[in-house]
């Protein structure tokens, strides 16, 4: 049975929650105080001690049982059911983060700006040949 299927693969479970924390083994190792070879003993590792567990989770910036219950089903759980009360306006009423403006507007625009640019180089360069 590969690492990958095994469900209850400690290491693998390290090695996920720090990409998806985007850190780097060399972070991690940074943080705990060992080298990156470690950390990728550590996450070819199906156990892990305690200890070890411990200061991973504290590296981490998450708990033990993060660690020992994640699954990727429940973090895409948890992110479909995120919502951050922190834009909560003063009157306890949530602000929207939705654009105001079309994103595609926004590139097109952009295109029609470059476009227009290079229509002025290459007329410039025209006028420098017929000069010469």
């Given amino acids: 049975m590969s690492a990958a299927t095994k469900p ?7 090695s996920r929650i720090r990409e998806l924390k985007d ?3 060399e972070a991690l190792a940074q943080a705990l105080g060992t080298n990156q070879q470690a950390i990728s003993a550590i996450e070819n590792s199906e156990t892990i001690d305690d200890g070890k ?3 991973i989770a504290k590296a981490l910036g998450v708990s033990v049982e993060a660690i020992k219950n994640f699954t990727d089903e429940n973090m895409i759980s948890y992110f479909n059911n995120f919502y951050d009360n922190s834009c909560s306006g003063a009157n306890g009423m949530f602000h929207s983060n939705q654009c105001n403006f079309n994103p595609l507007d926004k590139v097109i625009e952009l295109y029609e700006r470059m476009l227009q640019a290079e229509k002025e180089k ?4 025209e006028k420098l040949l017929k000069e010469k």
Wanted: proline share 0%; hydrophobic share 45%; net charge positive.
């Fill in 8 to 14: 209850n693969h400690i290491g693998r479970k390290i």
């Fill in 23 to 25: 850190m780097k083994q």
């Fill in 53 to 55: 567990l411990a200061d």
């Fill in 122 to 125: 290459v007329e410039f360069l």
